[in-house]
T-cell receptor
Framework: AQSVSQHNHHVILSEAASLELGCNYS??????LFWYVQYPGQHLQLLLKYFSGDPLVKGIKGFEAEFIKSKFSFNLRKPSVQWSDTAEYFCAVYGGSQGNLIFGKGTKLSVKP | NAGVMQNPRHLVRRRGQEARLRCSPMKGHSHVYWYRQLPEEGLKFMVY????????ESGMPKERFSAEFPKEGPSILRIQQVVRGDSAAYFC??????????????????FGPGTRLTVL
């Protein structure tokens, strides 16, 4: 069965620090990959997605992610975080013939002002 | 263009009662997905519906849970005889069309604000 692993449960950073959140998936075929963000009390919003082409994907709010097929990874990065980036981040994958997304357990990011 | 709408946002039920959660997809979207988020867990897929059809219900519990997406009106997730373990956030997502090898750009699922169900 397909699965998604997010290695960090809770990350605490100071403003201006760089961020990298890990995401690994288990499916070996063609995948579509997503990062969603959930701000406190709000619904999931799409940060960025990868379907094909350039493995370095740029999203909203200065986030980017790199698809490394050989490592089955899709790590999320941001060079300099802000307090407003405090949220929970979810990696998700479409794989195979299923219509549903498989989500990781999420990483809570706390940014100290 | 309004986003995915869910109501109610918060729902409190006593054990044994029924819970009905509603989801109106984005305009032009004909595919609806329901997910459940338990505390400290990611979202788990429950069911995938198109208008008047259940496409994939592999994530639905075998008993007490049902879903529909009628020709007119919102999609409904129904939980009969709720138990404390049903307490969770239930999210609905919609997408424009079925994914294909060519039109991957239509695959993105857009999420609603969720319904937080509390069973007392």
């Amino acid at each position: 069965a397909q699965s998604v692993s997010q290695h960090n449960h809770h990350v605490i950073l100071s403003e201006a620090a760089s961020l990298e959140l890990g995401c690994n998936y288990s499916y070996g075929g063609t995948v579509n990959l997503f990062w969603y963000v959930q701000y406190p009390g709000q619904h999931l919003q799409l940060l960025l997605k990868y379907f094909s082409g350039d493995p370095l994907v740029k999203g909203i709010k200065g986030f980017e992610a790199e698809f490394i097929k050989s490592k089955f990874s899709f790590n999320l990065r941001k060079p300099s975080v802000q307090w407003s980036d405090t949220a929970e981040y979810f990696c998700a994958v479409y794989g195979g013939s299923q219509g549903n997304l498989i989500f990781g357990k999420g990483t809570k990011l706390s940014v100290k002002p | 263009n309004a986003g995915v709408m869910q109501n109610p946002r918060h729902l409190v039920r006593r054990r044994g009662q029924e819970a009905r959660l509603r989801c109106s997809p984005m305009k032009g979207h004909s595919h609806v997905y329901w997910y459940r988020q338990l505390p400290e867990e990611g979202l788990k897929f429950m069911v995938y519906l198109q208008k008047e059809n259940i496409i994939d219900e592999s994530g639905m519990p075998k008993e007490r849970f049902s879903a529909e997406f009628p020709k007119e009106g919102p999609s409904i997730l129904r939980i009969q005889q709720v138990v404390r373990g049903d307490s969770a956030a239930y999210f609905c997502a919609s997408s424009p069309t079925i994914r294909t090898r060519v039109s991957h750009s239509t695959d993105t699922q857009y999420f609603g604000p969720g319904t937080r169900l509390t069973v007392l």
